[in-house]
């Protein structure tokens, strides 16, 4: 007889002599040590593990959040997003004021810059994020409207080659609403100039461009400077089209 064979059979023996209720205490004692044995056993012994994120970061024994794949050195990513205000239309970064009559007015560079992403061939999946400023008046309905057909007018909306499926063109009216997007979208690289939203953003792990909305006087905008100097080839795109 293994020793412990032997224990369990003296435990056994001892608790059917005992009184009622120290049978009970140990019967109950029983099943909690057997439970712990079967746990062990099973490797179970070690809680469960659980990851988490702070602050865009994988906390210490977390495993770290999923990146995005990276971008070549010849070509842009292939799921891009782009806030627009402060990079396509020249406004503050915080949003675009736009009413039926009263088109956004283009950032310098920026409509070369749209072209060379949307450029055929390119096989980009590109989405463009205005957040709208109120403007006295007008629904936001009415300057979703203005907004696309300001769009449509530049030749950069549309169902040709070179241009912009309209569903790809986004508006929101709040900052959260924007944060919002950009997750649902989920793409492999977005472009902001707003940095409260590059803040918040940030901190879950999307990958993000900050440009500054302030165009130097005499430059191409920031967004064409960033893209043709980021990825040269597209220049070429741009002028072709």
Request: include cysteine.
């Amino acid at each position: 007889m293994s020793p412990a064979a032997s224990w369990w059979e003296l435990l056994l023996a001892s608790a059917t002599q005992a009184p009622p209720a120290v049978r009970l205490c140990l019967g109950t004692a029983l099943v909690a040590l057997t439970l712990h044995v079967l746990v062990l056993r099973r490797g179970g012994g070690g809680g469960a593990r659980v990851d988490r994120v702070e602050g865009g970061r994988a906390a210490e024994g977390s495993a770290p959040p999923p990146q995005p794949p990276q971008s070549n050195a010849a070509h842009p990513p292939r799921r891009l997003s782009l806030s627009t205000p402060g990079l396509l239309f020249n406004s503050a970064a915080a949003g675009v004021a736009v009413a039926p009559g009263a088109p956004p007015e283009l950032a310098p560079g920026g409509k070369a810059a749209l072209r060379a992403l949307l450029a055929p061939g390119q096989q980009r999946d590109l989405f463009l994020i205005t957040l709208l400023q109120p403007v006295a008046g007008v629904t936001e309905a009415q300057q979703a409207e203005a907004l696309t057909a300001a769009l449509v007018a530049e030749g950069l909306l549309g169902s040709g080659a070179g241009q912009l499926p309209p569903h790809r063109s986004l508006v929101c009216s709040t900052h959260v609403g924007r944060v919002a997007l950009v997750r649902q979208l989920a793409t492999e690289l977005h472009v902001e100039a707003c940095a409260e939203t590059v803040a918040e953003l940030s901190r879950f792990g999307v990958r993000l461009q900050h440009l500054s909305a302030a165009a130097e006087p005499g430059s191409q905008g920031a967004l064409s400077t960033w893209l043709f100097r980021t990825w040269p080839a597209l220049d070429d795109s741009a002028k072709e089209t």
